[in-house]
């Protein structure tokens, strides 16, 4: 998988953003506040093979993964009826 | 010989770069067949939905192709041929079993799913033509 870096992060950040038609500090925004508290976490431990794990609130998910030192960096956010 | 090769790079880098906006078009076409999916195939509790593994799929090979279009190169090449060979479309299970069993229904997916395969595989010939 691409490599979590700062430039890849803020190149990502704004491809999502174009593709998904929303501007890219919206996007941002909703992605950071998206509430892992009380989200259905798949699995449910630790990461899939690809190392990506999924969080699902209502119509929003959000997929991780780890970045060389453990911690949870988002990958991509989305709304399932949009 | 060698001018050749430099071209065919040359148009499979420019093929890369056009193709990541088809991609967008594409993809933003579809949104009316996604909201019908997110109803159709929702999310089992243990696995992936169908959109999300689209999703993740999306968000990796476009990585390696916005890495490789604003810099013009992917790092660790080695590790993303592995990457992109592992990365078959069809073999997530939950794309497969919805490309071979909705006959004549969402064809616009369907076409996205066709032209990610693509870009993964001209990132493909990109990377190894650079190999050998």
């Known amino acids: 998988m691409p490599k979590i870096t700062a430039k890849y992060f803020s190149n990502n950040l704004l491809d999502h953003a174009a593709r998904k038609g929303i501007e890219a500090l919206k996007y941002l925004r909703k992605a950071h506040n998206f509430n892992k508290k009380g989200a259905i976490r798949v699995p449910k431990t630790g990461y899939r093979g690809d190392s990506s794990a999924v969080y699902r609130k209502s119509n929003e998910y959000l997929i991780v993964r780890p970045d060389q030192y453990g911690t949870e960096k988002i990958i991509t956010y989305g709304v399932n009826d949009d | ?132």
């Open chain 2, 1 to 132: 010989m060698t001018e050749a090769i430099l071209n065919e790079q040359e148009l499979t880098k420019k093929n890369i770069v056009q193709l990541l906006e088809q991609l967008t078009n594409v993809y933003q076409a579809t949104r009316i067949e996604r909201q019908e999916i997110a109803i159709q195939f929702p999310p089992e509790n243990e696995e992936f939905s169908l959109l999300e593994e689209l999703e993740l799929l999306t968000v990796n090979l476009r990585g390696y192709a916005s890495q490789f279009q604003s810099t013009g190169r992917i790092v660790n090449k080695d590790h993303v041929i592995e990457q992109l060979q592992a990365m078959r479309v069809l073999n997530v299970p939950q794309i497969a079993s919805f490309y071979f069993g909705s006959n004549n229904s969402y064809e616009q997916i369907k076409s996205y799913i066709r032209t990610l395969d693509y870009l993964r595989l001209l990132l493909l010939e990109y990377l190894q033509f650079q190999s050998d």
